[in-house]
């Protein structure tokens, strides 16, 4: 389903990933969703296919685990710090679990 296209236009893409995160509170695994996928877009004004493969940026990668988070908090979870507070206190973001080459244009 990563990259797949549906439709007989071929006009959607859906998108899966999946993220670890881990910082000095320890390491947490979230799916970049819809909503999270639209907040980037609308953050950063560029499809994130095309943000992966044409203007690879840390920050991009950064900023997705760091809404990931966020969103979890709001939901209940640990609270989570403004985005250049909470980059203090990130080790690492890692793609998991993802299909091959998600980011891709082309899918």
């Given at each position: 389903?990563?990259?797949?296209r549906?439709?007989?236009?071929?006009?959607?893409?859906?998108?899966?990933l999946?993220?670890?995160?881990?910082?000095?509170?320890?390491?947490s695994d979230?799916?970049?969703?819809?909503?999270v996928?639209?907040?980037?877009?609308?953050?950063?004004?560029?499809?994130?296919?095309?943000?992966?493969?044409?203007?690879?940026?840390?920050?991009?990668?950064?900023?997705?685990?760091w809404?990931?988070?966020?969103?979890?908090?709001?939901?209940?979870?640990?609270?989570?710090k403004?985005?250049d507070?909470?980059?203090?206190?990130?080790e690492?973001?890692?793609?998991?679990?993802?299909?091959?080459?998600?980011?891709?244009?082309e899918?």
């Amino acid at each position: 389903m990563a990259g797949e296209r549906h439709g007989d236009s071929g006009d959607r893409l859906m998108i899966s990933l999946n993220l670890r995160v881990t910082t000095t509170s320890g390491s947490s695994d979230f799916t970049v969703g819809p909503k999270v996928q639209v907040a980037f877009e609308r953050e950063f004004k560029v499809g994130l296919p095309k943000a992966f493969a044409a203007d690879q940026k840390m920050e991009h990668l950064y900023w997705l685990a760091w809404k990931c988070a966020s969103d979890a908090a709001k939901a209940g979870g640990p609270p989570v710090k403004p985005f250049d507070g909470w980059l203090d206190t990130v080790e690492s973001v890692e793609v998991v679990g993802a299909d091959a080459d998600p980011l891709s244009p082309e899918g």
